[in-house]
Structure formats: C-alpha cells, structure tokens
C-alpha cells in the first residue's frame, strides 16, 4: 500500500471534514483518533469508500506516512496538544511537519515551536475558518510557523482552500506564531460583526416590532448591497427557521451567548500593543453581560423607566439601522487590521495585509464584500496603520454618518443597549478628533505622580515636569458657585 501524503489526528466534524477534503482533492490522507470507535464510525460513515486509511495508535499513523511526514492536529486546543506532542514527538524523525489546525493561542504556538525545533521537527500554526462546511467544501487557511515547511504543504493547502477569482484563501502569513495571531483577530473581527448584526436586530424587532419573516427580508434585501457578507447572508436564513410547532426558533433560543476565548484574546492583545479595540472590546463584554440572564431579569423588574412615544418612519428607520450597520462594521476591520499592522511591527512578522484581506474573502466566516476595497488600500500603502482615512472609506463613512447617528440617538432615546455599534461611534469621532482632552489627564498624572509631559510648542520626544502645587493658588470654591465652599 503506498504511503499516505497527510496524516490527520483528531476525528471532530472538523478533522473528519477536512480528511475528506483533503482526500477529494488527490492526496491520500491517513486517519488517527484517541478513541477508536469514533475512527471506525468515521470509515464505515462518512469516509466510506473514500480510500482513507484508518490507523488505531500513533506508530501506525507515523508509518503510513511519506516523508517528510505532514501531519494536521486537529485536536481540542490547550493540553490536548501538548499530551498529543508528548506521545507523538518521539516517534518523528528531522525534517517531520506537524500543523496545529485547532485555535490556539500564537504564544502557545510559539513555544511549541521552539520546543520541537530541538529535535528539528516543523511546527504549523494555522488558523482554518469556515466551520463545518467550510472545512468540507473549502476553507480559509492561515498557516505560519517553520517556513521550511511551506514547500512541502502549500500544494495541498492551496488545492483545499477556497477560492476566489481562481486564486486560493490560503497563503503562508509569516514566522511564529503568526498564522494563529492573525487567525484570533479574525475571530476578534467576528465578534464584532456578529454583535452588530445583533443589535441592528434588537433595534429592528423592538422599536419597529417588526416580526421575524419581515426581518428575513430585510436582512436578505441588505445582503444584495454593499452589507453583502456571509453573516448577513446565515441571519436572513435563520430567520426563516421553524421550529417543530412552526414558530420562529430564533424566538425559542435563551439569550446568553457563548464564548471559546478568542475575543478576549484578540483584546488582550490590543491592550499589550497599544491599540484601541474599542468595538471588539464591547462585543466581549456584550456577551459577558447575556450571560448573567438572572441578574438582567432582576434589574428589569426594578430599574424601570418610560420610554418616550415616538412616531416614527419605517423606511427611515431601516434606512438609518443599515447605514450604523455598515459603517460600524468597517470601523471594526478597521480596528482589527490595525491590530494586526501593530503586531507586525512589534514581532517583526512582515505581515502582507493585502493578502490577508484577500484570503478571507472566501470560505472564512467573516467574508464581506469590501475585503477586495481593504486589500486595495493596503495595496496602496503596506504601512497604512488604518484604512479609514483611504478615499472608499472615508466615503463610505461620511456618506453613512448621519444615519449612523440617527441609530445610536434612537437606541438611547428607546433604552436599547448599542455597545458596539456606539462604540465604534465613538471611535470614529476620537480617531478623527485632531486634538482630545488628553492634555488634561497628563496634566493630573503630572500633578499627582510627576509622569511628565510634552509640550504643543517643543519637539516631540522632550518631556516636561511641573511642581503644580508651587504654581497654582489654592482656592477653596473652585467652581464659583454659592453655597460649594
């Protein structure tokens, strides 16, 4: 029997996808899984007649393996990998390629790496995106680490990977932990996306009482505009699920959403580098607070206040709903793209931003019809540090604005929570504020700590120290007001 190509551990719906994938597209692909039953399930199931090899321990899959052996982890991220390298290390040999498939995190990848490059073992981390589906029909790769090894799995990423315009969502993204970091700002980026959709939702079921078939519509009718995305695209099919008694399932679903880590990875980040993660920051928090259901429940009972009555204009409304939803979602790839141009710079990682826009136009869950307009800014200028200032942005953004505003006055006038996309409201004034109250708070840190500061009229770099106390008079009704001695 001839070698296999790929070797793939871990039998989930995603390794048992990409298995399949990988052995559609001509390359022989050997299976292994902690528990076998889950194996035999997978070759008399859904592999069935595929030609897959199922092995029963580590040795057998080792053996089945061409060399330099390639092979996919697709396991539960955190120990899981590290008991499945313990085990499986020993029996490599040098020149041996593992891939990390799972999310996990780019500091974990990184020691691994150095780890393994002890023994001159290859170590992968890729990010994969696309779900079930598409690890099944064709996902969006991420894959950096050893570049060594880029050769040796490029022609059966590429051929997995969807595609775009012919060209495959897969390209080697740069040393270490690379792959996986640009991987968590994606799904940092989701975060985002989803609570927007989520709360354009909230805004139109509540103040509009739109039901959830008008809802479908709408959110089909955006997907045919410049909102064209693949989430925008799977909430107007949710809302056309049924339940079993024929009632929208979308209203039987408790509303408490889950998290995996992710995001608050990608804000963890942010924080270390530096950078505002504004949007991405709320979208976190958002689904920290659904989680706390009885404490909501509670307060709703007790913190209660009358909305004011207002007549409004459905198209209006809808209108303005659609523009807060655009422009807030640029703001947050704005957002997670400077992430990733800071990280570049500070890991020294050469990130092509370009190309990352273009591998998640396809196959990825946060695919959007601007990617191929933020890969052209970035196509411009490879150290632009935000694209929101680029002439289709910047356009987009001014022409969205009073709508934007619209929403967020209506969410606080209606007492609708709108983190997100306020948020990013926020951002948007902040960033293109020319000059922020900033100089006040260095003033107070100057005054109580002695932090120093700049100054408008010297060159920047010269930091300055004041003895405030000395300087300013003592005045004991500093606000002139009678009666606050």
């Excluded at 035999?40 to 080792?62: K, M, N, T, W």
């Excluded at 399932?249 to 950078?275: F, S, Y």
């Excluded at 306020?422 to 504020?433: E, H, I, K, V």
């Amino acid at each position: 029997m001839a070698a296999a190509h790929m070797g793939v551990i871990g039998l989930a719906v995603m390794g048992q996808n990409l298995a399949l994938n990988i052995q559609e597209q001509g390359f022989q692909v050997a299976v292994y899984n902690r528990t076998t039953a889950r194996t035999e399930d997978f070759i008399q199931g859904p592999a069935a007649g595929s030609g897959i090899r199922a092995c029963h321990s580590l040795e057998e899959l080792v053996a089945a393996l061409q060399r330099p052996r390639r092979i996919l982890l697709m396991v539960q991220a955190g120990k899981a990998v590290d008991g499945v390298l313990e085990q499986l290390a020993p029996l490599l040999e040098p020149g041996d390629i593992l891939i990390d498939g799972g999310n996990s995190h780019f500091r974990h990848t990184e020691r691994r790496a150095a780890t393994l490059q002890a023994s001159d073992l290859l170590w992968v981390g890729c990010g994969i995106s696309g779900g079930e589906e598409g690890a099944r029909r064709g996902p969006s790769l991420m894959p950096g680490g050893a570049a060594e090894a880029w050769p040796a799995l490029r022609p059966v990423f590429e051929a997995i990977a969807a595609k775009v315009d012919g060209q495959p969502c897969c390209r080697w993204i740069g040393p270490g932990g690379a792959g996986h970091f640009v991987k968590m700002v994606h799904n940092g980026i989701e975060y985002g996306d989803m609570q927007l959709i989520a709360e354009a939702y909230h805004l139109l079921r509540d103040v509009l009482q739109l039901n959830v078939a008008e809802l479908g519509e709408v959110f089909a009718r955006w997907n045919e505009g410049p909102l064209q995305s693949f989430l925008i695209e799977i909430t107007a099919r949710i809302m056309a699920v049924a339940d079993d008694d024929g009632l929208p399932l979308i209203d039987k679903i408790l509303d408490a959403a889950g998290t995996k880590g992710t995001g608050q990875w990608t804000v963890t980040a942010a924080l270390e580098l530096g950078v505002p993660l504004t949007l991405i920051a709320e979208a976190v928090q958002a689904r920290m607070l659904s989680a706390h259901i009885d404490s909501r429940r509670t307060a709703a009972q007790h913190l209660v206040s009358v909305r004011p009555a207002r007549v409004l204009d459905r198209r209006q409304v809808m209108a303005w709903v659609h523009d807060a939803l655009y422009a807030a979602k640029i703001v947050s790839y704005a957002q997670g793209f400077q992430l990733l141009q800071e990280a570049s710079r500070a890991y020294d990682w050469s990130l092509d931003l370009a190309g990352i826009a273009r591998i998640w136009r396809g196959g990825c869950i946060i695919r959007s019809r601007f990617l191929d307009d933020l890969a052209a800014a970035y196509d411009s200028d490879p150290q632009l540090d935000s694209p929101l200032p680029t002439p289709f942005f910047a356009e987009a953004l001014l022409q969205a604005e009073q709508g934007w505003r619209q929403a967020v006055r209506l969410g606080i006038d209606q007492h609708l929570p709108l983190p997100a996309t306020g948020a990013a409201l926020t951002f948007f004034d902040g960033y293109r504020c020319a000059r922020l109250p900033a100089n006040l708070i260095q003033a107070q840190r100057d005054y109580f700590g002695a932090h120093t500061y700049e100054r408008v009229d010297r060159p920047r770099g010269r930091f300055f120290h004041s003895d405030w106390t000395a300087q300013a008079p003592r005045n004991t009704n500093p606000t002139g007001i009678p009666g606050h001695d």
